[in-house]
Structures are given as structure tokens and as C-alpha cells.
């Protein structure tokens, strides 16, 4: 039954060592959306492709890649971990525009931890 | 600046003492106000959408209403599994949900 899907659950790293996260939908929507949340703070937008164009924000630092080779899979790709980029990663999607684009989906996300 | 602004930080009830969370916000084209609850260690999950002033909305034990201004989530009785930081989020013209930082709620039996 789960609908987005998000591995691996946890991952650790260590400092400067690149890492992927991976997230797959069953629910065919084609919006995806990657955020990054820490304790106790709201989910913040990295960037999110509609279809295959990618939006990026206009804060997410380069250190922060993106891939979505088909509809179902999305990566997110951190070149070089730094403390600073330990947090929950979520990912979401979105039904087809128009009319259902804002209602987001997320999936259970991925704890990230630098060493 | 578009910003969500949620009140109180936190909120420890007793079981059955219902209460209000409130979520204001200042943005420039709103489309849909959204509730969602989150566990702790997992995703939000979708709870409500509200679209214009005067909407509400319900689920079980909790109720969604929108202003011009501000949305209130009603708890109702709340029980313990009702313990969850509640988010609120608004989707403007941009087409992004900014969100706000949330109400941990605590129900105790």
C-alpha cells in the first residue's frame, strides 16, 4: 500500500563523502518534490521537477543534485555531507495539474546523519 | 515576505480537553491552506485542504476552519493517539507550500 516510498530509511555518512537518496512513487503524479527538514523546524523546499523540468530554489545550496530518470524515481545527491546537511529528507508528489497539484503526498523520509 | 506563523509551539492537553491551534499567515495569492499531521521520525501526512474564507473541514476529532487571515485546527476530546506536531502550510501563486514550523501537541491519558 505504500505510495511513496523512500530509502534507505536511515543513512549515515561521513564529512565530504557523497551520498544518494532515493525516493519511488506508485501514484503515477508527475510533480516531485524534495525538502529538507530539521528538529523542529518545517519542511524547507530544495527543488522539485514537474515532469522533467527541474526547479531549483533559489537557496539550495550546489553541494544539493537532483535526478529523476522516469515518472516513479527521483535521487537526491549530496556531493559533499557536511554536518550542517544532517536532517530528515522528504520526499513528495503532487497529482496532475490542474486541480490537484497542491495537495502533496510525502513519503515516511530518510534521517540523514554526517559523522 | 510570505511567511505561516503556528501558535502554540507546543500544547499539552489532558484527555478530553478539547483546545484550539492556530496558523496565520501573510501571502500574496493563497490557493489552499493545508493541514497535516507528522509523527515523530515520519513524514507528514495529509490531513485537510481549505480554499477560501469561511471553509471547514472534518476528521474524526478535528475540525478546519479558514479566515481571510488565519485557519484554526478544533480538537475535539482529544485522545492520546491524537499526540502529533500538527503543520499547517499554504500554497501561493508561485505554485510552493510554505509551511510553518508546527505545534507539537502532547494529549495525556
Known amino acids: 500500500d505504500a505510495m511513496v516510498i523512500q530509502n534507505p530509511r536511515y543513512q549515515v555518512t561521513q564529512f565530504g563523502k557523497p551520498v544518494t537518496l532515493s525516493c519511488s512513487q506508485t501514484l503515477n503524479h508527475n510533480v516531485m518534490y524534495w525538502y529538507q527538514q530539521k528538529s523542529s523546524q518545517a519542511p524547507k523546499l530544495l527543488f522539485h521537477y514537474y515532469d522533467k523540468d527541474f526547479n531549483n530554489e533559489a537557496d539550495t545550496p550546489d553541494n544539493f543534485q537532483s535526478r529523476r530518470p522516469n515518472t516513479s524515481f527521483c535521487f537526491l545527491d549530496i556531493r559533499s555531507p557536511g554536518l550542517g546537511d544532517a536532517a530528515m529528507y522528504l520526499c513528495?508528489?503532487?497529482?496532475?495539474?490542474?486541480?490537484?497539484?497542491?495537495?502533496?503526498?510525502f513519503g515516511p523520509g530518510t534521517r540523514l546523519l554526517v559523522l | 515576505e510570505d511567511q505561516v506563523t503556528q501558535s502554540p509551539e507546543a500544547l499539552r492537553l489532558q484527555e478530553g480537553e478539547s483546545s484550539s491551534l492556530n496558523c496565520s499567515y501573510t501571502v500574496s495569492g493563497l490557493r489552499g491552506l493545508f493541514w497535516y499531521r507528522q509523527d515523530p521520525g515520519k513524514g507528514p501526512e495529509f490531513l485537510f485542504t481549505?480554499?477560501?474564507a469561511g471553509e471547514e473541514k472534518e476528521k474524526e476529532r478535528l475540525k478546519a476552519t479558514l479566515t481571510k487571515k488565519e485557519s484554526f485546527l478544533h480538537i475535539t476530546a482529544p485522545k492520546p493517539e491524537d499526540s502529533a506536531t500538527y503543520l499547517c502550510a499554504v500554497y501561493e501563486s508561485t505554485d510552493k507550500l510554505i509551511f510553518g514550523t508546527g505545534t507539537r501537541l502532547q494529549v495525556f491519558p
Open positions: 513528495a508528489t503532487s497529482p496532475p495539474f490542474p486541480g490537484g497539484q497542491e495537495t502533496q503526498y
Open positions: 481549505l480554499y477560501s
